[in-house]
């Protein structure tokens, strides 16, 4: 039972990463050209996920036995020192800078899209500024207990929020009936952003009992041997709470739009 409970953990945890890191492809998409297949950048972004994460999980599980020391001296002993011991500590350096680059990127879009009217480049920046008082906080201590602590914990909101994008993309794409995306006519779509986040709260609030952390095991997840469904959870809630509310909300909007003809 512990063994099928650290299973659906280690999924659990596989799944979020893949989920936080996907919406990426979307930010990027935006310097495509219009006329890009939406199956083939599909596809591409689902083959990039699943190599890259694959390779990367699977290097995880092999040092996992041997790397106990997570920190820039234990990479460094670790590879035996001297010139492939820098090499490999100018990896992580490189690696990390890359991923924040991306971080940055996609936060400072989402600042944008909230309404602050700055330019992206500045909006990137204060982006990696509100986040740098909780980098100094996980460094004051063990920085990588801290870091695990954290991501597993914030990692909670990945699913409710990416429900809310799936009905309202789904309800987006009803409304369009095919057509090609107009930017001008999506803004002009009626839509309630206090049903989303309302939606998105509820769904992270009925993870809790479902949690399994260092910083909080919810009762669920105790009685189930570690077993974390917390973020179905989180992703089936945010999907009851906030579809029917936008759909419906959907519907209304269309049948006022549809024109009326005159009957005899």
């Known amino acids: 039972a512990d063994r099928a409970g650290a299973f659906v953990l280690t999924a659990t945890i596989a799944l979020s990463l893949a989920v936080s ?7 990027f998409s935006r310097y495509l050209p219009r006329t ?3 199956t083939r950048m599909f596809w591409c972004t689902l083959a990039g996920v699943v190599v890259s994460f694959t390779a990367v999980q699977a290097l995880g599980l092999w040092g996992a036995s041997v790397f106990t020391d997570q920190t820039a001296q234990g990479v460094d002993t670790l590879l035996g020192g001297g010139v492939i011991g820098s090499v490999g500590l100018l990896a992580v350096a490189l690696a990390a800078l890359c991923s924040n680059a991306m971080n940055d990127y996609s936060g400072s879009l ?10 992206r480049p500045l909006a990137a920046g204060l982006a990696a500024l509100l986040g740098f008082p909780l980098v100094l ?3 004051a201590a063990d920085t990588a207990a801290r870091f695990q602590n954290v991501l597993l914990f ?14 309202d993309w789904f309800a987006r794409y009803r409304a369009r009936g095919g ?6 006519t999506e803004q002009a779509r009626p839509h309630s952003s206090l049903a989303a986040l309302l939606a998105f709260v509820v769904a992270f609030a009925a993870t809790v009992p479902f949690m399994n952390t260092a910083l909080y095991v919810g009762p669920v997840a105790e009685t189930l041997h570690g077993a974390d469904l917390g973020y179905y959870v989180a992703f089936l809630v945010g999907l009851g709470c906030y579809a029917p509310f936008r759909l419906r909300g959907a519907k209304h909007a269309a049948d006022q739009t549809e024109p009326k003809t005159d009957r005899i």
């Open 36 to 38: 890009t297949s939406a």
């Open 21 to 27: 890191w996907a919406p990426y492809a979307s930010d």
């Open 154 to 167: 914030v990692g909670y909101w990945i699913p409710g929020f990416v429900a809310v994008v799936c009905v």
């Open 137 to 139: 906080w996980m460094h």
């Open 110 to 119: 989402a600042l944008q899209v909230i309404g602050v009217r700055v330019p």
């Open 179 to 184: 057509a090609p995306v107009a930017l001008a």
